[in-house]
């Protein structure tokens, strides 16, 4: 099975409509592939905090529209990364996916915004649902970059089922060796496929990491973007890799749930 990442470049120089119509025929390039993932808020950049009103899309929106053609015309499971999608409950960071057919199967609304008291934290509304995507054989479960900072989010989604994990992001090149070593513990304590996909470029003032890497259920690094400019970044995926691993290295059934946690300022 083959995993195509695509480290879109977002600028802010490029029209919107233009760059969704790159997008797709980026996914074009990649038809033969299984799967294929898109970065985080790739529409309109994850920092382009002033556009992210008027770059809000219903969910039937444009970039649905254009997204569900480019995975029945590629023919691929698609990640399409997220959008700004506008909702009676307010605005949030949502990440579609869509099977070959162009159906969307799977729709993930970020839990964790990033920003502290800034920009997506006090922009959007925040997601209360963990989400799997039914990909045949590997069932993908979806976090969004600042996500990557919680692996009880990513234990949950184990839980579920996930094999695999797909986390578009527009991680900023000031923390990448945070990014590059929690996709890689991520991978490792959860025995699963990573597929981080960062974004190239430089939007908004804010210089992206890019650096999208996938990690095998062992912790092997598949393959890696050495920095920020746009490439497709590939490796060949074993669905069945993270079961064996699982039932070789069985660390993920000595999880001891039920111990007692002391109240604040017991210890010490
Ligand atoms: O956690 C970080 O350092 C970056 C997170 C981020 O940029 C985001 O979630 O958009």
């Known amino acids: 099975m083959r995993a195509s990442l695509i480290q879109i470049r977002v600028d802010d120089a490029e029209p919107v409509a233009e760059r969704r119509a790159r997008a797709a025929e980026l996914i074009a390039e990649e038809r033969g592939s299984d799967l294929v993932v898109l970065p985080e808020l790739w529409p309109v950049g994850a920092f382009a905090f002033d556009s992210f009103a008027s770059a809000a899309e219903e969910l039937d929106g444009p970039t649905r529209q254009a997204m569900s053609a480019a995975a029945a015309e590629a023919g691929v499971w698609l990640h399409a990364g997220s959008i700004v999608e506008r909702a009676a409950e307010g605005l949030f960071n949502t990440s579609l996916v869509f099977a070959p057919s162009g159906e969307l199967a799977a729709v993930y609304r970020k839990i964790h915004r990033f920003g502290f008291d800034k920009g997506e934290a006090v922009l959007m509304a925040a997601g209360e649902e963990l989400v799997t995507a039914p990909v045949p054989e590997l069932p993908l479960g979806l976090a969004t970059c600042y996500d990557l900072r919680f692996p009880e989010l990513f234990r949950g989604l184990v839980d579920a089922g996930a094999l695999a994990f797909a986390i578009p992001a527009g991680w900023p090149e000031a923390r990448h060796e945070h990014w590059t070593v929690l996709a890689r513990a991520r991978a490792v304590e959860n025995q699963a496929y990573v597929l981080a996909c960062g974004t190239a470029g ?13 990690v095998a259920p062992s912790g092997e690094l598949l393959a890696e973007a050495a920095g920020a400019d746009e490439l497709v970044l590939r490796a060949e995926l074993d669905p069945k890799e993270a079961t064996t691993l699982r039932d070789r290295f069985p660390a993920l059934k000595d999880r001891r ?3 007692a946690v002391p109240e604040p300022g017991a210890i010490g």
Do not use: D, K
Request: hydrophobic share 40%.
């Open 257 to 259: 749930l039920g111990v």
């Open 202 to 214: 430089t939007h908004a003032r804010t210089p992206q990491a890019g650096r999208s890497l996938i």
